[in-house]
């Protein structure tokens, strides 16, 4: 495929606000979770809260948008001079060459929850306060972050479960080779809700503690929520050494189980080859794995088994989503920011909370910051009902 430079990216999550936060709570291992204290929600959990969301304003103009989904995709679009950097490419490339591609899982459903506690109680109907095209719509968070940044381009909103943000990246790299946007804005951004708590709950994937993936004693997940935000323009002819790109994308659907993955991993394993071959790559050739690793039974088995079966126990991985949590629709593009991060500043960060890694999964797994040069990664994300997706991202040099 057509390589792409990650010409700006950001992420905001419970263990920071942009780039800089972000590479401070790797380094130091330091993760985001806390016991669950969101809404009325009373579930013996932790999750990953972004601070300072609910403190966040629209702009008077943008007022039908709001939502705790586009506050915090607002909050994530003010770090790391990425507004201004896509005020850039606006001037180079103009305002209808530039797409959005977005991943969510539930956009802004929280609004609808506090609606429905305000429902007429003789009719039922909502107040009429409540816009569903601003929040609960999928469609919001593109449409918002489209607007907020002067963008007149396509604009699309993917929701595969927890492989959305990943593969936007994917769909603006097709758009791009069609030679029908020069740019694009991709990302993810996903906020807690009562219902994905109580709907995990509900599946008891939950952890009662701050998850910890590929451990012995594993026992579930920890949702959290993030925006994270990457713009793409195709490679120049020259480039500084730490520039990230995008080399491979990999995507599979196995549809084996609504909401359980195909035991021995074969979905997830199509998405790695898929994204190795599309980089032109070797599994020898990745530095690093940034693993899916949710913290659940079946899910780190699966992967286990999809990583060992193509990169034998010899590639390093963790999975950071024991200092992030699970950020559902916006995990991928959160995980490729923290890949590239990685890449940027010579570490393969560790996989915090784990103590004891199962034997049976067979990888080479990091409990500790491995300090080092990576040239190339290779980030997973697995969704229900096997909508998977595999992004490999490289140095220049």
Known sequence: MTELLLKKFTATSCIGHGRAATLESLRAQRGGLAPCTFETAAIDTWTGEVSGVDAEQLPAALKQYDCRNNRLAQLGLRQDGFTDAVAQSVGRWGRRRIGVFLGTSTAGILETELAYRHRDPATGALPDSFHYEGSQNAFSVADFVRRTLGLEGPAIVVCSACSSSAKVFGSARRMMAADLIDAAVVGGVDSLCLTTLYGFHALQLTSRGPCKPFDVARDGISISEAAAFALLERVPDSLDADAIRLLGVGESSDAYHMSSP??????????????????????GDIDYINLHGTGTLSNDSAESRAVAAVFGDTTAGSSTKGATGHALGAAGALEAVICSIALQDA???????????????????LLENRPGRLMRALSNSFGFGGTNCSLVLGRAG
């Open 262 to 283: 195909q035991p021995e991993g074969l979905g997830a394993r199509a998405a790695m080859l898929a994204a190795l071959d599309s980089a032109g790559l070797t599994p």
């Open 347 to 365: 570490f393969a960060p560790a996989g915090i909370n784990t103590k004891s890694v199962d034997p049976a999964t067979g990888i080479r797994y």
